[in-house]
């Protein structure tokens, strides 16, 4: 399977505002019509000093950019969401296939702003790109269960999010959302 680059470009301002521009013109809007949403205990980031880890369970495919409309500009802003590398990697074989996932990593990647993050093995390089981008004042959204949930019951987390919470020495801040796996749920391949 191939293996993705980090592409730091997609941190670059004129990216980042175009963006936001789409997601607060587009994707925002998206969510709006399935969803009916409520958030609580956004209070608790205001004065919040970035960069911080962002947690939260998942159950599909609209987690992240219900979880990111859910947080304050400042820091939705300036966030990267690490995304599960191997999701993306389809046997040559499958063409059609491996050209609609191709098409949803070049779309979340420039328009979500995601990173791959292995699930089982190889993460020294990817926890220390996700120490970086903290280190650039960049929050990181990470979703720890490692693949969705069918049923929307939290699942146990994957290896890896407790080691880079203790070494990374940044705030976490937990998300739980609900009714999201009611709208588009996730599977697997």
């Known amino acids: 399977a191939k293996k993705r680059i980090f592409r730091t470009w997609l941190l670059w301002p ?5 963006r936001m521009a789409y997601n607060l013109l587009v994707t925002d809007n998206l969510i709006r019509i399935f969803c009916w949403r ?16 962002f947690i939260s369970n998942h159950v599909g495919y609209f987690d992240a950019p219900n979880v990111l409309m859910s947080l304050p500009l400042r820091i939705r802003g300036k966030k ?15 063409i059609l296939k491996k050209l609609l996932y191709q098409f949803y990593y070049e779309y979340a990647s420039l328009l979500v702003n995601i990173f791959p993050f292995p699930k089982k093995k190889g993460f020294k390089r990817h926890i220390e790109y996700a120490g970086e981008l903290l280190d650039k004042g960049w929050n990181i959204l990470f979703f720890p269960e490692g693949e969705h949930s069918k ?39």
């Open 151 to 189: 049923t929307g019951k939290l699942q146990p987390f994957r290896a890896g999010i407790g080691w880079l919470a203790k070494e990374m020495k940044c705030p976490i801040v937990p998300i739980k959302h609900h009714g999201m796996e009611k709208i588009m749920a996730g599977d697997e391949h």
């Open 14 to 18: 004129p990216i980042q505002m175009a």
């Open 38 to 53: 409520k958030v609580t205990g956004a209070e608790n980031l205001k004065g919040f000093n970035e960069p911080a880890i």
């Open 80 to 94: 990267a969401v690490a995304a599960w590398q191997e999701y993306f990697d389809i046997p040559k074989n499958k």
